[in-house]
């Protein structure tokens, strides 16, 4: 890795402090919040419980003659 890469890393790394400062969430969320964001999905967080996660696809099914639907993650 030469100086420029490790550049490169620590100017993200600091830039990823700012966020979750800003963002007020805990450092273990950040990780499933950016995936999200990157490439699509929910994002969960149960506030003081230290329980995240990210979902990257759901399926819904949803019955038209009955008006019925359900998500699974």
Do not use: C, H
């Amino acid at each position: 890795m030469d100086d420029s890469e490790i550049r490169k890393l620590l100017r993200f790394t600091l830039s990823e402090k700012r966020v979750i400062e800003e963002l007020q969430i805990p450092p273990d969320a950040f990780i499933p919040l950016l995936f999200s964001i990157r490439y699509g999905g929910d994002w969960s967080l149960r506030k003081n419980s230290g329980r995240f996660m990210a979902v990257k696809e759901k399926v819904t099914r949803f019955d038209e003659d009955k008006m019925t639907g359900r998500t699974w993650r």
